[in-house]
């Protein structure tokens, strides 16, 4: 699951760095084409969300099998 979320931090940075590019290339306007990788960006953030919150629901802790979702 780890290897998932890197792939998917690298799509967001990918699609974040295109949008900003795009940013800078029309001068500070947002273009029709800049909110659609605007959506891409919010679906893949949700996807690591969603994969973070797996990974944490899915842990157990070995000794007490207690789920930890906030444990360091």
Do not use: C, P
Request: aromatic content about 10%.
């Amino acid at each position: 699951m780890a290897n998932n979320s890197m792939l998917l931090f690298a799509k967001k940075i990918q699609l974040e760095s295109k949008w900003n590019e795009m940013y800078l290339e029309n001068s500070g306007k947002v273009t029709t084409e800049m909110l659609q990788l605007g959506d891409q960006i919010k679906a893949v953030i949700r996807s690591i969300v969603f994969e973070q919150n797996e990974e944490a629901y899915n842990y157990k802790n070995s000794t007490d099998y207690e789920i930890h979702t906030h444990a360091g």
